[in-house]
């Protein structure tokens, strides 16, 4: 048997409890993936179902990152489609290891907690522990944000050589540089995080929103992650963080002498 038919003996058959909503979902994001854009009315047309149904699906694309808006309002491929995979077996150790300390800092601060991890460029948030509080900020699973903007991608940059940033960040081709007043700032941001040992996102990745982040290190050393509380930027003053440092400083602490035992991270 050839390769291709036995993928399309495995394929073809419709599970037997098949959920229409997730199809259509998946179905959207083969649609974007091939066409390169898509309406609401082409989405509902194409999948029969109504035009307020087509926005709803598109909206949880847009945010969980899979999709986004142009100018024309059309949607197109969001940077999840995109972005290089981040799975493996070391991931789902850091997560189930460092789960049980981001709920009890989530649980002393009431504020969001996120762990993310670094690809390159990017940062991609790993797990969330949601506030409680009514105003708080949502489940982040699954975002990607530029690393040089978000509080736990400064703290993971804060780790690397100034070699390092220049390779990621000051290539040949200038098409891919981070522009000169935006590298500066970067390089006093990551000082600062260096001499503080944390680092923070006012607003820069999300209008109302805040962080503070500081990276989690395993037995040896090396930065496998890094913690963040996200906050309304209303509840973000400046007395508070030194709270907030405080607690994450001591969650990461504990969560280190967890990583000791997981020489494979």
């Excluded at 609401?40 to 109504?50: H, K, N, Q, R, T």
């Excluded at 820069?204 to 090396?222: F, K, Y």
Aim: net charge neutral; with cysteine; hydrophobic share 40%.
């Amino acid at each position: 048997m050839f390769a291709s038919e036995e993928y399309n003996s495995r394929m073809k058959n419709k599970p037997s409890y098949a959920l229409t909503s997730v199809d259509n979902a998946l179905l959207l994001l083969q649609m974007l993936r091939d066409q390169g854009g898509l309406r609401v009315s082409e989405a509902a047309e194409e999948l029969g179902i109504a035009r307020s149904t087509a926005h709803r699906l598109l909206s949880m694309l847009v945010y969980r990152d899979f999709a986004i808006q142009d100018d024309r309002r059309t949607y197109v491929p969001g940077p999840a489609l995109a972005a290089n995979q981040v799975a493996g077996h070391p991931n789902q150790q850091l997560r189930k290891a460092l789960h049980p300390h981001m709920d009890a800092l989530c649980e002393r601060v009431q504020e969001t907690v996120n762990l993310m991890v670094r690809v390159g460029t990017q940062t991609r948030f790993l797990a969330s522990v949601e506030s409680t509080q009514v105003l708080h900020v949502g489940d982040r699973r699954g975002t990607i944000l530029p690393a040089h903007l978000s509080s736990g991608g400064k703290a993971l940059l804060a780790e690397l050589e100034r070699a390092q940033l220049e390779q990621l960040y000051r290539p040949g081709e200038p098409d891919r540089q981070l522009p000169e007043r935006e590298w500066k700032t970067l390089l006093r941001e990551l000082k600062a995080a260096r001499e503080t040992g944390y680092a923070l996102n006012r607003e820069r990745t999300e209008d109302g929103v805040a962080a503070v982040g500081m990276c989690v290190h395993d037995g040896s050393g090396e930065p496998v992650g890094a913690l963040s509380i996200a906050a309304p930027a209303a509840r973000f003053a400046p007395k508070r963080i030194p709270v907030l440092v405080r607690e994450m400083r001591a969650a990461v602490a504990r969560a280190e002498i967890d990583l000791e035992s997981l020489p494979d991270l």
